[in-house]
């Protein structure tokens, strides 16, 4: 029946429902919404639909969003809502639209609503992985025009290495418009972020915890360079306290903190702290979840993921994962700027990029970490898990001299962290057991330190490693136990290069009790040097079907049950002649 009705008359009657809801002096409620369908522009409903949606913003803004855009369609100026719209869709995690209505309203002599719209930008350029350009905008804003927007500032600006500028903006603070709970977050979170500059103490976790949780109970989104949880989860995985990261990632999770747009970040924070923990199998399911609860990563989160794979590879004992794991991080990295709240990741890629020599891909990016570290006056909590991944990195590339002052540097900041204390003194006994000097006792201590802060596969290789360097059998057996308590699989990881196996005796003088032959052990040699079957063929004169088969032997004997295992019993069987030869 309306089908068959001319335009002309559906509109008159329209007209004539509104006049009459409006003498009547009732909301028009879901009429608004079903009159702009209709395609009907008349300034009530286009007012009616802009009061929706400021309601739905806070709580649910892709709903916000839909209801902004009809507001549009039926007469309302689209300059005017076009930073509320862009705050709609960045909250619901759909960067691309709200960057280009930023985009377009900050190009405009006179924008309206600037202060959101410049904190809608700076969320999205933060998501996209450039905190730097999110830095520039509210430099453009400057302090004159900063007003209630200067935390957020603050928090975009130290991230980038600004300290004067993020001081420089909250001198030109004015005090929140309300005092909501979700008024003081970005005051508290910015509160959190000097006092990691000041110490690694406790204190900025806690102002950080605080801010997350006034965010959930609050139940409304805001934009943000960083969420509260995952800023909060960030900063305790850098002091060690894991219980922390987990605890205020599921809380922030239970209460959909930040909306659908800041899900994937807290399930791959969910993810690294379970990675931490030692429990792989809770990581991937939480990289699973975090890729199905949006259609794309934002770039910041892709980072997050690619170090993730990264790192899970590493832990597993999984080479072939982890060749794969390195080809997509190393191009995901190449995309993305090197910001305060991303040392995480990179430390996770320079060790990894040292167990492949591939260092040098990296190199630029740590350079650029250690940079903007020094221009915040390297402040401990940020930059002790950093030299440890310069520790495990230098062992790795086999350069010792490289490992001294970062050990030097964990040694420094031992006063102010329990973190770092406990990372000093493994760094110290990885120094002596690279000297060749295996203090039993200080190894295990260390290697239960290690994994009282979350790091039980360092524990557990550092533990293996000195197992390697015994000079004693029963020292050996009593290290290589303690390497699996912690972890199995990194006991012998293929990473680890033993300098004295198990066939040794005191005076390092090669007992060989593997059980091979010399062609057997000529072949190992080989294979541990990365050649096919067909070069080893040819470099000793049999075929390749040949070296297969005693290549089949040697796992036989050797009781490996995987390449990997195998390349690692080879290496203990051999010893120094696998490097040497």
């Not at 009061?51 to 039926?74: H, I, M, N, T, W």
């Not at 969420?227 to 599921?250: F, K, Q």
């Amino acid at each position: 029946m309306v089908a068959a009705t001319p335009t002309h008359q559906v509109r008159s009657r329209q007209r004539a429902l509104l006049d009459a809801i409006d003498v009547a002096g009732r909301p028009l409620n879901g009429v608004a919404s079903r009159l702009a369908r209709s395609g009907i522009e008349d300034p009530r409903v286009a007012q009616a639909l802009v009061a929706q949606g400021d309601a739905l913003l806070p709580r649910e803004p892709a709903k916000a969003f839909e209801v902004y855009s009809q507001a549009v369609a039926a007469g309302a100026d689209g300059t005017v809502l076009a930073a509320r719209r862009a705050q709609a869709a960045a909250l619901s995690g759909n960067l691309d639209p709200a960057g280009r209505l930023v985009d377009e309203l900050l190009s405009l002599p006179e924008p309206p609503d600037l202060g959101r719209a410049v904190d809608v930008a700076a969320e999205v350029w933060s998501r996209r992985g450039m905190l730097s350009r999110s830095a520039d905008v509210y430099r453009w804003l400057g302090p004159d025009r900063i007003g209630a927007s200067a935390p957020l500032a603050a928090i975009a600006l130290v991230g980038c290495g600004d300290r004067a500028g993020m001081e420089g903006m909250l001198a030109a603070a004015r005090p929140p418009t309300s005092p909501t709970l979700l008024a003081a977050v970005p005051t508290l979170v910015c509160e959190g972020l000097r006092e990691t500059l000041e110490s690694a103490s406790t204190n900025a976790m806690g102002s950080l915890v605080r801010a997350s949780d006034m965010m959930t109970a609050s139940g409304s989104t805001l934009p943000m360079p960083m969420n509260p949880a995952a800023l909060a989860a960030l900063v305790a995985l850098h002091l060690g306290e894991l219980a922390v990261a987990e605890s205020v990632t599921e809380d922030a999770l239970a209460g959909n903190q930040g909306g659908a747009g800041c899900r994937p970040r807290l399930l791959l924070m969910r993810a690294w702290t379970a990675m931490l923990r030692d429990r792989p199998d809770h990581a991937r399911a939480a990289i699973t979840e975090a890729r199905s609860a949006g259609d794309v990563l934002s770039p910041r989160d892709e980072l997050f993921l690619r170090a993730l794979e990264v790192g899970l590879a590493r832990r597993t004992d999984d080479p072939p994962g982890l060749v794969q794991a390195w080809g997509r991080a190393r191009e995901s990295i190449l995309h993305f700027p090197v910001d305060l709240f991303t040392l995480l990741p990179l430390g996770e890629l320079l060790v990894a990029a040292a167990r492949l020599r591939d260092s040098a891909r990296i190199e630029g990016h740590v350079a650029e970490a250690w940079a903007l570290l020094g221009r915040l006056g390297d402040p401990p909590l940020w930059t002790v898990p950093l030299h440890w991944a310069e520790v495990h990195a230098a062992i790795l590339a086999e350069r010792p001299g490289q490992l001294g002052p970062h050990a030097a540097a964990l040694v420094r900041a031992s006063g102010q962290s329990h973190f770092a204390a406990v990372l000093a003194a493994a760094g110290r006994v990885w120094v002596s057991v690279l000297a060749g000097e295996v203090d039993v006792e200080a190894v295990e201590i260390a290697a239960r330190g290690l994994a009282s802060v979350g790091l039980t596969w360092d524990g557990s290789r550092l533990a293996g490693h000195a197992a390697a360097r015994a000079p004693e059998r029963k020292d050996m057996a009593r290290l290589l136990a303690r390497a699996r308590d912690l972890h199995p699989a990194a006991a012998l990881a293929p990473e680890q290069v033993p300098t004295a196996p198990p066939g040794s005796n005191r005076s390092g003088t090669l007992v060989d009790d593997s059980g091979l032959s010399p062609r057997e052990r000529e072949i190992a040699a080989q294979v541990l040097a990365g050649r096919t079957y067909r070069e080893i063929g040819d470099a000793i004169y049999i075929s390749p079907r040949t070296v297969e088969h005693h290549v089949a032997r040697i796992r036989r004997r050797l009781g490996a049950s995987s390449r990997s295992e195998l390349l690692a019993r080879m290496r203990i069987a051999l010893g120094e002649e696998s490097w040497t030869s």
